[in-house]
Nanobody, 121 residues
């Protein structure tokens, strides 16, 4: 099970930190990713991190503004979002993979329900 938290409403230029707490699956050996979903659209890749944090990659739209990191002792992965823009408004979901993470949503096995992020202009 994956449970996201930390979403909310923020003004453009502001920051939010999302958390995703994992239980019931081998989190410490799982690649983890963050995706976002716009209304009526499919989930889009945002960021991913390998089990030990040794490899991290981002979608170009968030590179330099968002940071993904994890704490395996707490079974939690985070997404620090800075310099937020109105176009970042979406539902953010975390996902777990049984193998090295990719940009492809179909490679992920576990999904959270999502947390809403709204950025006002």
């Amino acid at each position: 099970q994956l449970v996201e938290s930390g979403g909310g409403v923020v003004q453009a230029g502001g920051s939010l930190r999302l958390s995703c707490a994992a239980s019931g699956h081998p989190f410490s050996s799982s690649g983890m990713g963050w995706f976002r979903r716009y209304p009526g659209k499919e989930r889009e890749f945002v960021a991913a991190i390998t089990w030990n944090g040794g490899d991290i990659f981002y979608d170009a739209s968030v590179e330099g503004r968002f940071t993904i990191f994890r704490d395996n002792a707490k079974n939690t992965v985070y997404l620090q979002m800075n310099s937020l823009k109105p176009e970042d408004t979406a539902v953010y979901l975390c996902a777990g993979s049984g193998r090295p993470p990719t940009r492809n949503r179909n490679d992920y096995i576990y999904w959270g329900q999502g947390t809403q992020v709204t950025v006002s202009s």
